[in-house]
């Protein structure tokens, strides 16, 4: 098998059976800056197109992704084997072994995405002498479950009582429609982020030109007019609805309006048949949040794997 790098609109054409929203060119090309060079990478293997992937070039290290949450070398064929994907690692060593790079970095979806398909990455990675970089703890709601055994059910004591005050004082849930709620959504976010201290990564630009290219959607909880908490989710694959942002305005922690809202985003993509609401990882570099991750585990999250894995040269 070998490498070659190929031009976007030929990339384009192959990302047909390639689900992952995140390695569309057109998101790839919109976040360019943070990536020194776009490298298109086709895999052949004879006359054969096995793969196709976008990696960032940065530091003498080949990225994927560079800037997404998470990426994958995506298989363009049914009928893959095993021996493919270790096949794919090594041609794709041995060009950036040609290229002058000494490393190359893949951060693969959390395991639900697609675990047979990660798995298969994973074992060639390591058996080239690979190492795990990190693993990073993602949660995330099983909707099948809650479909079929109630979505309370899959709750803490204490997030159950959440939930009941939190219906008791009357909260509202809607989803946005309009340029100044899709601001307001945001701003909400903003200022949840600003008070604990955390980083926001994407401006409301970017989260809005997002939000076109994966069909994002925003929602809003509010109480008899006020704004009390919001959240901003992307469809990066058919069946997985991933929450990108979510908080509450400062203040207002009477209401329980987060409880509210992941019941309600439950609710909502359940019923447009989604299979997970990914709440996203409570880890920094494989670090855990220890409050973040029992505040997901309380409102029935499943804990599962995002692997980063390096391939040094």
Known sequence: MKVMEIERTEYEKRLNNVPYGYMKSEFCEYNKEKTDIIKYLLFCDEDKERFVSVFGSKDQ????????????????KKGTKTGHYKE????????????????????FPPLFYDESEISYWLNAGLQMKGR????????????????????????????????????????T????????????AYD????????KGYPLRMNYEQVRWTKNLLNGKFFVV???????????????????????????????SE??????????????????????????????????NYGLCN?????????????????EI
């Open 61 to 76: 290290e080949l990225r994927l992704p560079f800037s997404a949450p998470f990426s994958t070398i995506g298989g363009m």
């Open 88 to 107: 794919a690692l090594e041609a794709l060593k041995m060009y950036a072994y040609e290229e002058g790079y000494k490393m190359i970095e893949i951060t």
């Open 132 to 171: 795990i970089k990190t693993i990073d703890l993602n949660y995330a709601i099983n909707l099948d479950a809650a479909g079929k055994e109630g979505y309370s059910s899959m709750l803490s004591y204490n997030a159950k009582k959440n939930l009941r005050i939190a219906k008791e004082k009357g909260n």
């Open 173 to 184: 849930f809607s989803i946005c429609q309009t340029e100044d709620e899709f601001y307001t």
């Open 188 to 195: 909400i976010i903003r200022q949840n982020r600003e008070v």
């Open 222 to 252: 509010r109480n008899q007019g006020k704004n009390l908490a919001s959240a901003i989710v992307f469809e990066p694959v058919p069946n997985v609805a991933q929450v990108i942002y979510w908080g509450d305005v400062p203040n207002a």
């Open 255 to 288: 209401y329980k309006s987060i409880n509210y809202l992941a019941e309600q985003l439950v609710m909502f993509y359940l019923e447009l048949g989604f299979r997970y609401l990914d709440i996203g990882p409570s880890t920094e570099q494989g670090i855990p």
């Open 295 to 311: 505040f997901k585990e309380s409102i029935g999250c499943e804990v599962t794997s995002k692997i980063t894995l390096e391939l």
